[in-house]
């Protein structure tokens, strides 16, 4: 799933909501006293990005909408559909079996017959023996319908249910993109507030931001490291994020992201409060919640070097199936005012086991997930710094694919993502007012 194209329109929710940014970097604001008063309100130019991406958003939940409905009303109604062409054919079997049956009926009659017009003893014997074939050969064919009719019957709830469960998946799209349309609709009014502002000097007198504007530096990576395919309820998880300049220049200030994010198996159900993530550094062991990293500066990052970051997640117990995703980003500002970021979310999935998977009889456990070829090396030395390349995996993937038992817990995972980075997306704006201001 990619990022900048989830359903739900969270970045503009998270642009014209301050209130709500500010609380993912408290330990920024508390080393500047200045910025807690000072919130980093959005320039007209960053809310016509996040009108545009809202528009787009909204657009892809009106055609999943659009695709879902199609799906049910011509694939599924068509004869080749799986379910409605076994179907078919299971109706077809009980049909010939039913007719089976009447012939064989009739066949015990007409030896009944014969049977009862016999007079020599040796018609009667023949005819009794016809007869009690017949009784046999029906007993059969009742049987057999019997079992046609169960067949045909579980192949029609089979198709039944194959179009309820795309009718909820209809209904949560549609949910979906009218919550889109709404933030669509908020995002307009913002923008068109800044506007009206902007036309008055509304904005001239409440300060400019400083000069030059943030770019996106895809060189500054920050990938999660040694987190296992699959977590199971009752366990805590460590891992790395390593943040790494892969530019031939200095950082001043280096600030990584990192958030968790979860649902359940039929997308439903929301998981975050089942998931807790905490991070720590060599510099500052103690851990603490992850919100409180977005604030949290590593120092200085040389050009080609890395510094890493130790993450630990811990899933409660009680712990419904699902599925997760890390999220994880950075960006930097320097004191010439330069500043930049990572322009996409890292998106590190797993899957969410209820306690008691993975103790050792399951094979595809956590533990043995660490250890499974092709899984990152755990970067030794926490906190410290590394020439080590590493390559940073944005997700792709499509909104929903309709018919698929897994889209909806992608869909409402890339939802939460767009949360997440709207809550990360203006970091750097407000550090740069804050430093401004101060």
């Not at 409605?84 to 010939?96: G, L, N, Q, R, V």
């Not at 046609?148 to 194959?162: F, R, S, V």
């Not at 068109?192 to 530096?217: F, K, L, N, Q, R």
């Not at 309709?402 to 997306?425: F, W, Y």
Request: aromatic share 4%.
């Amino acid at each position: 799933m990619k990022i900048r194209r989830v359903l739900a329109t969270a970045v503009a929710a998270a642009v014209t909501a301050p209130v709500v940014l500010l609380s993912s970097a408290p330990a920024f604001a508390a080393e500047k006293p200045a910025a807690q008063t000072q919130q980093a309100k959005p320039t007209v130019k960053e809310l016509r990005k996040a009108v545009k991406r809202a528009q787009k958003e909204y657009d892809a939940a009106v055609a999943a909408v659009k695709e879902a409905v199609e799906f049910f009303e011509k694939d599924m109604e068509a004869d080749t559909y799986p379910t409605k062409a076994a179907a078919i054919e299971a109706k077809k079997a009980a049909e010939a079996a039913a007719k089976a049956k009447a012939e064989a009926d009739q066949a015990v009659v007409d030896a009944q017959a014969e049977l009862d017009a016999a007079t020599t003893d040796e018609d009667k014997a023949a005819a009794q023996q016809k007869l009690d074939e017949a009784k046999t050969a029906a007993g059969e064919a009742a049987t057999a319908k019997t079992a046609a009719d169960t067949e045909a019957t579980e192949a029609q709830t089979a198709h039944d249910d194959a179009r309820v469960a795309q009718t909820r998946k209809i209904g949560l799209l549609q949910k979906a993109r009218d919550e889109a349309e709404t933030k669509l609709e908020d995002a307009k009014k913002a923008l068109a507030d800044a506007e009206a502002e902007a036309e008055e000097g509304e904005e001239g007198e409440e300060g400019e931001e400083p000069d030059g504007e943030c770019v996106a530096v895809p060189e500054l990576t920050a990938v999660v490291h040694g987190l296992p395919d699959e977590v199971v309820g009752g366990t805590t998880e460590d891992f790395t994020l390593r943040v790494t300049n892969g530019t031939d220049e200095a950082m001043d200030e280096v600030y990584p992201f990192a958030a968790v994010h979860g649902f359940d198996t039929e997308g439903f159900k929301e998981l975050d409060s089942y998931l807790d993530l905490e991070w720590s550094t060599a510099a500052d062991p103690k851990w603490r919640d992850a919100e409180l990293l977005g604030g949290t500066s590593l120092g200085a990052l040389k050009a080609n070097t890395s510094v890493d970051v130790k993450l630990r997640l811990t899933v409660d117990a009680a712990v419904p199936a699902g599925q997760g995703s890390v999220y994880t980003t950075a960006d930097f500002l320097n004191d010439d005012d330069s500043c930049g970021g990572l322009p996409d979310l890292n998106d590190q999935v797993f899957q969410i086991l209820p306690k008691g998977a993975g103790d050792g009889s399951d094979p595809a456990g956590p533990d043995d997930a660490k250890d499974k070829p092709g899984t990152p090396n755990t970067p030794t030395g926490q906190g410290g710094t590394s020439t080590t390349p590493v390559n940073t995996t944005s997700s792709t993937g499509s909104l929903a694919q309709t018919g698929s038992s897994d889209a909806l817990p992608k869909v409402a995972l890339a939802a939460g993502a767009a949360l997440v980075l709207g809550a990360g997306a203006v970091v750097v704006t407000r550090r740069r007012k804050a430093d401004a201001d101060a």
